[in-house]
């Protein structure tokens, strides 16, 4: 028994190598090389660190904002479930890769029993013993054409795009406490310039309403007066339900309720965000873990392949045991009493009505899925990229011109407001000049909304957000360069 042991396992080893999985190769990015360039978009520039590599703490000026983030990633659900995953992949690929190796396991088993008389043989009560005690493997498949491996290449690619994904979950989630943040920012700004400005319209309403009681002011300029007080209550009341729908979008985002302690924020207007450089497009495709999730989940429709082909060929598995039986316990050990068996299997597909086939052709339309999912995924990199960076210089220009619309109505309010005072202008120029105000007042508040948005969108679209501080990246390629 030991010799033809010895002989399959040697037969085993020497098939062993045998895999029926399609060489892979990584398809082309259907991406141009070069960023887009033309009239909204600014040189790019290399840069020392990679958007990637830069920390979420160097790239997020503000304390208030670092300490949300900070909370996010210990609480948030979405992450933890990410993380779970990750565990559960893994799991599986521990449960693939043990049907590479045999179960070996041990048993014992006894039995006593009585025969009454008109049964036995004798004629008389027969009382029978036996007792066993085996060691043994149990229909252990004989990898041959690497059908078992296949499976066991493709859970281990499912398992790294676990991996990936839950980077992928941690950036976004760092995006979108970042993006919520700031418009819970600008929202409070919107409602203190709408809270200030219903405070001027209701003074001029005030005004005209003693002008109009003494002759000065018309019923009409006393009504339009009346409908910029309502106006300004009406934006104020969508404000305060908009702040108080951020804050709960916030929580949300953290797992928990926003913390009153937070440190002192940050202006709207003064440096919330540090440089994003842009590197190449290649770096993106390196870097990205979605892009990366992809590639692992085709590299498992690939794997899946070869075990669809591997079905098509005999499969050997192979039962075997050794150890002793006896009648009685005593002599369960003695010379005499050992016990084997040895028992092969084959199967071999001869007719299944074209399941195989079937099973064959559906791996590799699955993979071709894959295969457009990955270019997919590599083209919307490169448009939010690309967006991101058409926004940088735009925003930029537009930011400055409102700027300057902005004092332009602050002159035209002020102007308006001195002649309506000595009788040179009518009431309806002067609130003119308020209205044009109040909305440039406003648009300059969503614009650089817009803009803070669009960097953070950037930041992220590049893979920024996975290490907290720059330097971690460096530190982590040292040491997988010297366990290399």
Same mark, same amino acid.
């Given at each position: 028994?030991?010799?033809?042991?010895?002989?399959?396992?040697?037969?085993?080893?020497?098939?062993?190598?045998?895999?029926?999985?399609?060489?892979?190769?990584?398809? +082309? $990015?259907?991406? /141009?090389?070069?960023?887009? %360039?033309?009239?909204?978009?600014? =040189?790019?520039? &290399? @840069? *020392?660190?990679?958007?990637?590599?830069?920390?979420?703490?160097?790239?997020?000026?503000?304390?208030?904002?670092?300490?949300?983030?900070?909370?996010?990633?210990?609480?948030?659900?979405?992450?933890?479930?990410?993380?779970?995953?990750? +565990? $559960?992949?893994? /799991?599986?690929?521990?449960? %693939?890769?043990?049907?590479?190796? =045999?179960?070996? &396991? @041990? *048993?014992?088993?006894?039995?006593?029993?009585?025969?009454?008389?008109?049964?036995?043989?004798?004629?008389?009560?027969?009382?029978?013993?036996?007792?066993?005690?085996?060691?043994?493997?149990?229909?252990?498949?004989?990898?041959?054409?690497?059908?078992?491996?296949?499976?066991?290449?493709? %859970?281990?690619?499912?398992?790294?795009?676990?991996?990936? @994904?839950?980077?992928?979950?941690?950036?976004?989630?760092?995006?979108?406490?970042?993006?919520?943040?700031?418009?819970?920012?600008?929202?409070?700004?919107?409602?203190?310039?709408?809270?200030?400005?219903?405070?001027?319209?209701?003074?001029?309403?005030?005004?005209?309403?003693?002008?109009?009681?003494?002759?000065?002011?018309?019923?009409?300029?006393?009504?339009?007066?009346?409908?910029?007080?309502?106006?300004?209550?009406?934006?104020?009341?969508?404000?305060?339900?908009?702040?108080?729908?951020?804050?709960?979008?916030?929580?949300?985002?953290?797992?928990?309720?926003?913390?009153?302690?937070?440190?002192?924020?940050?202006?709207?207007?003064?440096?919330?965000?540090?440089?994003?450089?842009?590197?190449?497009?290649?770096?993106?495709?390196?870097?990205?873990?979605?892009?990366?999730?992809?590639?692992?989940?085709?590299?498992?429709?690939?794997?899946?392949?070869?075990?669809?082909?591997?079905?098509?060929?005999?499969?050997?598995?192979?039962?075997?045991?050794?150890?002793?039986?006896?009648?009685?316990?005593?002599?369960?050990?003695?010379?005499?009493?050992?016990?084997?068996?040895?028992?092969?299997?084959?199967?071999?597909?001869?007719?299944?009505?074209?399941?195989?086939?079937?099973?064959?052709?559906?791996?590799?339309?699955?993979?071709?899925?894959?295969?457009?999912?990955?270019?997919?995924?590599?083209?919307?990199?490169?448009?939010?990229?690309?967006?991101?960076?058409?926004?940088?210089?735009?925003?930029?220009?537009?930011?400055?011109?409102?700027?300057?619309?902005?004092?332009?109505?602050?002159?035209?309010?002020?102007?308006?407001?001195?002649?309506?005072?000595?009788?040179?202008?009518?009431?309806?120029?002067?609130?003119?000049?308020?209205?044009?105000?109040?909305?440039?007042?406003?648009?300059?508040?969503?614009?650089?909304?817009?803009?803070?948005?669009?960097?953070?969108?950037?930041?992220?679209?590049?893979?920024?957000?996975?290490?907290?501080?720059?330097?971690?990246?460096?530190?982590?390629?040292?040491?997988?360069?010297?366990?290399?």
């Amino acid at each position: 028994m030991s010799k033809s042991l010895l002989s399959l396992a040697v037969t085993a080893f020497i098939l062993g190598g045998c895999s029926l999985i399609p060489d892979y190769q990584t398809p +082309d $990015a259907p991406v /141009a090389a070069q960023w887009p %360039q033309g009239p909204a978009y600014s =040189p790019t520039e &290399s @840069a *020392n660190v990679a958007a990637a590599e830069q920390g979420w703490r160097q790239f997020f000026q503000d304390p208030a904002l670092q300490q949300l983030i900070q909370t996010a990633l210990v609480n948030n659900r979405d992450l933890k479930v990410a993380a779970l995953n990750i +565990d $559960a992949y893994r /799991a599986q690929y521990r449960i %693939q890769r043990a049907d590479l190796f =045999p179960a070996v &396991s @041990a *048993n014992g088993n006894g039995s006593r029993q009585r025969l009454p008389g008109n049964l036995s043989q004798t004629g008389d009560a027969e009382i029978t013993s036996q007792y066993s005690a085996t060691l043994g493997v149990s229909a252990y498949e004989l990898d041959l054409f690497g059908r078992v491996r296949s499976l066991t290449e493709q %859970q281990l690619e499912i398992y790294l795009s676990s991996e990936e @994904a839950r980077r992928s979950t941690q950036i976004a989630l760092v995006a979108s406490v970042a993006n919520a943040y700031f418009t819970w920012q600008a929202d409070q700004d919107l409602l203190k310039l709408t809270e200030d400005t219903l405070k001027t319209y209701e003074q001029s309403y005030a005004l005209t309403l003693r002008s109009n009681e003494v002759g000065v002011a018309s019923a009409l300029d006393l009504s339009q007066a009346r409908t910029s007080v309502e106006g300004a209550r009406v934006k104020l009341a969508q404000y305060q339900r908009l702040v108080a729908q951020d804050q709960n979008s916030l929580a949300v985002l953290l797992g928990t309720g926003v913390p009153d302690n937070l440190p002192a924020a940050k202006d709207l207007d003064s440096d919330l965000l540090a440089e994003v450089p842009a590197g190449l497009p290649s770096d993106v495709l390196h870097r990205r873990p979605d892009i990366q999730e992809a590639e692992h989940l085709l590299k498992a429709a690939n794997a899946n392949i070869g075990a669809a082909r591997a079905a098509f060929f005999p499969s050997i598995s192979l039962t075997a045991n050794a150890g002793t039986i006896s009648p009685d316990m005593g002599g369960l050990f003695k010379g005499g009493s050992g016990t084997w068996l040895f028992q092969p299997q084959i199967n071999l597909p001869i007719f299944n009505a074209g399941a195989l086939r079937a099973s064959l052709d559906y791996s590799k339309i699955q993979k071709d899925i894959n295969v457009a999912k990955y270019e997919k995924t590599i083209q919307t990199a490169f448009q939010e990229v690309s967006d991101g960076l058409a926004a940088r210089k735009t925003f930029n220009e537009q930011l400055q011109a409102q700027r300057d619309l902005v004092s332009a109505n602050q002159d035209y309010y002020r102007l308006a407001e001195r002649r309506y005072r000595i009788g040179v202008d009518s009431n309806l120029t002067f609130l003119d000049a308020q209205r044009q105000l109040f909305n440039s007042q406003q648009s300059l508040i969503t614009d650089r909304l817009s803009q803070l948005v669009s960097e953070v969108n950037l930041y992220k679209a590049l893979g920024g957000g996975w290490y907290e501080q720059t330097g971690q990246a460096q530190q982590q390629a040292a040491a997988e360069s010297s366990k290399g």
